[in-house]
């Protein structure tokens, strides 16, 4: 007998559309799951948009605040899908409630916090993930296969970039329903926490802990209309952001993100260099990993091009044949996979909040290096 898990959903936004879409579908495409989300409700503060919502995308009802949706005996898992600065606040209400908890990254806005999260979820002893959803791209699982193969040997360079260009003009406003990245209440920092704490947790998950960074943030735009006040305020997040670091595996990272890349919407790229091996990985070219072996024979010597889609690479089995692609979407139906997988199993689902805890304090150093200009160690 399959066993519904009712999900409480606290926003309505972008990732709301994204990890619904993924409850919706996952059941269809991995039918020997032991475990059915069902969508019991959803909380936004304004009740007649959440309430549209919920009708569209099939909730069977609406909340107008967090604190009464994790309350509710009905629901068995909250997923947080709001700005990053209510994390901390739902996760420990959700988790003293004794409710499973899906939060999005990243997860914390300091580690301090982050602590507390991991502290109150281990002892309330309720399962937790955090939404580093890239790590379930086929194609940055099956790097993580070739890299743990030993394929690769000693990893010598880790390099990442995650470039986008909407906030080049000065008239974008901090703050409100569509720009809250740009306000440090709402977010905690700018490139660093939205799209670096991505990078950095693929490449602790691809490649190991990270011992030290040094950083240089920069805000091009140093004031901004707050959308909430109307008044011009400065502007307290990092506009931009480029780290060096040093793995525990003795190798050497290079990340760089910004928001001023004129050209570029969400260009996430990685490379690593290897002794034997090279692999290379672009957001806009998902189902391909591009892959470099220097084996003997060096009249066929090249980088090889991988289409991630045959039924033996990661969660490819689950849907279409050999050759045809899947987006960006089926990231979040794995992970949900994964974590009904984890509850039947008994075990974590990674990246767990302790897991994601390590990324949390990699960025931290960054921003910290960022300030003051030296090197920074993790902790
Ligand atoms: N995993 C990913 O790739 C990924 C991508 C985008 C965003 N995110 C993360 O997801 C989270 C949400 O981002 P988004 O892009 O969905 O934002 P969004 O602006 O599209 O949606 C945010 C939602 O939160 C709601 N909200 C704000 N304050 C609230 C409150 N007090 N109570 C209830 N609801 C409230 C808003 O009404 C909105 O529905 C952020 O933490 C972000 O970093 C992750």
Redesign the pocket.
């Known amino acids: 007998m399959i066993k519904p898990l009712a999900i409480g959903m ?7 559309r ?1 990890h619904t879409n993924a409850y919706k579908r996952v059941n269809d495409f991995f039918p020997d799951l032991a475990y059915r989300p069902v969508l019991q409700a959803v ?4 009740a007649e948009k959440v309430k549209a919502f919920g009708d569209q995308w099939g909730y069977a009802s609406h909340e107008t605040d ?1 604190r009464s949706l994790v309350c509710r005996p009905d629901i068995d898992a909250v997923d947080i ?4 600065n ?2 901390k606040e739902i996760a420990l209400a959700a988790a003293a409630a004794g409710k499973m908890i899906l939060c ?3 997860l914390s806005i300091t580690t301090a916090e982050g602590k507390e999260m991991c502290e109150a979820v281990e002892s309330a002893g309720v399962a937790n993930t955090v ?4 790590r379930r791209i086929p194609a940055i699982t099956l790097a993580k296969q070739l890299i743990d193969s030993g394929r690769l040997g000693r990893i010598y360079h880790f390099r990442a970039n995650f470039l986008q260009d909407w906030t080049i003009s000065s008239d974008v406003p901090q703050g409100g ?2 720009t ?1 990245r740009l306000d440090s209440t709402a977010a905690g920092s700018g490139v660093t ?2 799209l670096l704490s ?1 990078c950095i947790d693929t490449a602790l998950w691809l490649n190991g802990k990270i011992k030290d960074v040094s950083a240089m943030t920069e805000t091009f735009v140093k004031e901004r209309v707050h959308a909430d006040t109307g008044q011009v305020q400065p502007v307290g997040i990092d506009d931009a952001c480029a780290f060096l670091c040093h793995f525990e595996n003795g190798s050497l990272g290079m990340f760089e993100s910004t928001r001023y890349a004129r050209g570029h919407k969400a260009l996430f790229t990685f490379e690593i260099n290897g002794e034997n091996a090279s692999i290379r990985w672009d957001l806009h070219d998902l189902n391909r990993l591009e892959y470099f072996e220097h084996g003997k024979d060096s009249i066929v010597r090249g980088w090889r091009t991988i289409h991630v889609t045959e039924g033996e690479m990661p969660y490819m089995n689950h849907w279409w044949v050999p050759g045809l692609s899947i987006g960006y979407e089926h990231s979040f139906v794995h992970q949900v996979a994964d974590f009904l997988g984890s509850l039947e199993q008994g075990e974590p689902c990674q990246p767990d909040f302790r897991s994601a805890l390590q990324t949390q304090a990699v960025c931290e150093a960054v921003l910290q290096s960022g300030k003051t200009r030296e090197w920074v160690s993790i902790k």
Request: aromatic fraction near 22%; charged fraction near 15%.
């Open positions: 606290v926003g309505y936004g972008f990732m709301a994204a909380c936004g503060r304004d967090w899908c709001v700005p990053n209510l994390h999005e990254k990243p939404w580093y959803n890239y329903t569509a809250w926490g939205d991505h």
